[in-house]
């Protein structure tokens, strides 16, 4: 009996029972076959290095034991599951699916006088619950629900009820030259709930002698052509001669539109060039392409000087394909990078549906490379001025002049 029950093919008993193992790990051989055939680094997915039993693993598991198999650490590819929402584009503490629309880190007592901890809020996202609650940039939360704040109640900051937060905010005395709490308030945020990204915040304007500096905020490169040049002709309005393109939030979008967003930034003269190149694995070589700069976009370019563009740690994907992009054919000194070192995304991902399986993969198909060919950026795009706002105690709302990272590029621009 037990026997029976554990061979596929059971020749005492009369049964074959291949047809139970057919059902049941279809599913994983579409994937592995998927995979073969559309991952970057298919041919190194081998029969041999999975047992029979890995064909029974829930899809996410299965799929890690792919890309474990890549030549490289790959971080970019994922598994979808259709019944399922899950935000593979998360940022830290914030997810678009189901948050409160904020994004912290945890530290202790700022002010040296204790040694309590406090989720010093660093994002707050447009429409969210934090910011209908009057959370703002550079707050610091040091209770919840009458909790005092530790790293184990930080998910409560995440998702979930309704809550109660206690809002301290800072301030410096200057006869003693430290900082002091200046204020405590209690605030309720309402429940969790889907908080999509304003792929774009209103330009600003700041006029600096000679210069008028415009000023744009880009949270997704994902935009169409039209939602692109609107924004883009909003900039060109302030008559700018130095443009700052804060990327330090984008880890999502495509290379279309990366390719419309730098065909607006572009010096005309170099209009002819390769913005980027995207190079498939040998089985797909005949999909290999070159990217040019878009003519219409080209034409309504910003005639700048220079473009600063603000990174971090999230920025990726597109906005790494952007500047690289940018970088390779532009002068050198014309894109000045600006905060901490990018993501280090070099491939492009497509998505792939499993008929009938309620699974989507996403493999890494390509390398994104700069005109030349080149995709070696695997460990970020280092900036040409390092700035780390974590390490100032101040944070303010981005796109304010006192904000750590653009009042740097202002007195930069200054004193040129």
Partial sequence: MGICAVLLVCGSCGEDRT????????????????????????DSIR???LAW???????????????????????????AIDTLNEDHHQRGHFNHIDSYGLDFTLMTDPTGATSRQYARVTTVYAGSPAERCGIERGDFIGMVDGNRMTSSYAANLENGKQRTIVRSRLAVNAELQEFVWASEDTLTMERSERVPDAAFSAVRRFDLGNDVVAYLQCNTLSGDADAIGNVMRQVEATQASVFVLDLRLCNDGTME????LASYLIDEPNAGQVFARTIYSTRHADRNAAFGFVASAVVRNLSIRRLYV????????AAEWLIRGLQHVEAEGFVVTVGTATAGQIVMTEPVAGPAYHVTIHPAVAYV????GDYDYAGGIDPDVAINELEYVSLFPYGDERETVLAAILMQIVNE
């Fill in 310 to 317: 603000i990174t971090s740690s999230y920025t990726s994907g």
């Fill in 19 to 42: 047809y139970e193992y057919d059902e049941k790990t279809a599913r994983d051989h579409w994937m592995f076959d998927a995979m073969r055939e559309y991952y970057l680094w298919g």
């Fill in 257 to 260: 539109a990366a390719q419309m």
């Fill in 47 to 49: 029969d041999s290095r």
């Fill in 53 to 79: 039993k890995d064909y029974f693993a829930a899809p996410a598991t299965f799929f890690a034991k792919l890309t474990a198999q890549a030549p490289v650490k790959d971080v970019w590819s994922w598994c």
């Fill in 369 to 372: 490379a700069n005109g030349a």
